[in-house]
T-cell receptor, first 113, second 113 residues
Framework: DTGVSQDPRHKITKRGQNVTFRCDPI?????LYWYRQTLGQGPEFLTY????????KSRLLSDRFSAERPKGSFSTLEIQRTEQGDSAMYLC???????????FGEGSRLTVL | DAKTTQPPSMDCAEGRAANLPCNHS???????VYWYRQIHSQGPQYIIH???NNETNEMASLIITEDRKSSTLILPHATLRDTAVYYC??????????????FGTGTRLTIIP
């Protein structure tokens, strides 16, 4: 499968714990995005990378959230000191260039107890 | 960001054309209209996009009004697998070259056997 892959698909954690999600984009795509989706809502933009550079962050991305894309390939999204409000689906997407469609992964669902 | 308005839900009989409307009255001249859909528990899937002219691909047709204030996505022969939430999005290209997609709550399309 050469699509966008995300790991883990599901994560259940207790409040206050740290969690990390990984995204492997389509191999030739230099643009990578993270979105968050809560129940009944559309996805919301979190952050954007072009190669290894994080070029834009949403104000939704509090200081407990950090995203990296160290070699311009895979990316990680870490949430520190999780809160119940962090429970959501975290979606990763990649694209080849400006103006090209985004390809989304199937998401990582986080449940914070 | 230009906002879009879609009906929350629609039904369509299997084999018939599904016509999904979208209003985007505040769209700017250089902003594209994108359509994505999201089947339950999957990431969003790109369908089609356009600027001014009508567009057609293997999945759907996109009809944009002359004043660009509204558009219609047409699925010509709906099947049960087309049951999904359909998002109409006005794509904004930011100063960072980011194509930030602002999803609304979409239209939940149900195909009736």
């Amino acid at each position: 499968d050469t699509g966008v892959s995300q790991d883990p698909r599901h994560k259940i954690t207790k409040r206050g714990q740290n969690v990390t999600f990984r995204c492997d984009p389509i191999s030739e795509h230099n643009r990578l995005y993270w979105y968050r989706q809560t129940l009944g809502q559309g996805p919301e933009f979190l952050t954007y990378f072009q190669n290894e550079a994080q070029l834009e962050k949403s104000r939704l991305l509090s200081d407990r959230f950090s995203a990296e894309r160290p070699k311009g390939s895979f990316s990680t999204l870490e949430i520190q000191r999780t809160e119940q409000g962090d429970s959501a689906m975290y979606l990763c997407a990649s694209s080849l260039a400006l103006g090209r469609e985004l390809f989304f992964g199937e998401g990582s669902r986080l449940t914070v107890l | 960001d230009a906002k879009t308005t879609q009906p929350p839900s629609m039904d369509c009989a299997e084999g018939r054309a599904a016509n999904l409307p979208c209003n985007h009255s505040t769209i700017s001249g250089n902003e594209y209209v994108y359509w994505y859909r999201q089947i339950h528990s999957q990431g969003p899937q790109y369908i089609i996009h356009g600027l001014k002219n009508n567009e057609t691909n293997e999945m759907a047709s996109l009809i944009i009004t002359e004043d660009r204030k509204s558009s219609t996505l047409i699925l010509p022969h709906a099947t049960l697998r087309d049951t999904a939430v359909y998002y109409c999005i006005v794509r904004v290209a930011t100063n960072f070259g980011n194509e930030k997609l602002t999803f609304g709550t979409g239209t939940r399309l149900t195909i009736i056997p």
